[in-house]
């Protein structure tokens, strides 16, 4: 089952002759489920693909239609929606509030949302990703790998169409990498999570089902892994 299609997306800086095209007419799917690394030399816009897909930016021309829901048809206030609803982002540097704690901050897409957290839904999450002792501990208080934890915890809370994780390896050592590198995994394969990941480890890129080179705005090449 596709969950992601992405038509002819194209995102230009400038006008003219200073016209600079981040993305140029980039067109790809995704199935359910599916595992997806995104790499690429720095400049060649992988991140703002990401941001493109998540809704966080709108592009110059093209589509991106996430469960049959096609985006920037969207009005600012519903796409603001539709991204808590249906998008998990993480990013590198975890993005977490700082006078919240673990429970509050992994909830705090549910509370946005006026929906009420599942308990029994929130306590699996917390010991998959090994935090029930640190439920009440403010960021802070936590190291890098933990913090990471609990940006993904964040994520998955509210069950999204996919997840998109940006770099989230990039600040934490080879350990802490490889500890949430398998829990991202753990979240695509428990959970059934879409995951699409932008990465410059290589490694982590041979873990996935598919991975896309990006370079100068374009698809560069495709492999599929499984």
């Known amino acids: 089952m596709e969950i992601l299609k992405v038509e002819n997306l194209t995102k230009t800086y400038g006008k003219g002759e200073n016209a600079v095209h981040a993305i140029n007419n980039i067109s790809f799917s995704v199935e359910k489920g599916e595992f997806v690394a995104i790499v690429g030399s720095s400049g060649s816009g992988k991140s703002t693909l990401l941001h493109l897909i998540g809704g966080v930016d709108r592009p110059t021309s093209g589509k991106v239609i996430i469960d049959g829901e096609d985006i920037y048809k969207l009005s600012n206030d519903n ?69 990471q934890r609990v940006s993904i915890g964040r ?54 089902d598919r991975i896309i080179t990006i370079e100068d705005g374009k698809i560069l090449k495709e492999d599929k892994r499984y």
């Open 79 to 147: 796409l603001a929606i539709f991204r808590r609803r249906q998008v998990g982002l993480i990013y590198q540097f975890y993005n977490l509030i700082p006078i919240l704690n673990v429970v509050e901050n992994i909830t705090l897409p549910c509370n946005l949302d006026g929906r009420k957290v599942d308990n029994n839904q929130l306590e699996e999450l917390l010991n998959t990703l090994g935090l029930s002792d640190r439920r009440n501990n403010l960021p802070n208080q936590l190291s890098g790998g933990q913090q």
């Open 155 to 208: 994520a998955i809370i509210n069950s999204p169409a996919i997840m998109l994780a940006d770099e989230p390896t990039g600040n934490l050592d080879s350990k802490a990498s490889e500890e949430i590198v398998s829990l991202l995994k753990l979240s695509n394969k428990k959970y059934n999570q879409t995951l699409i990941m932008i990465t410059h480890d290589e490694k982590i890129a041979l873990e996935a």
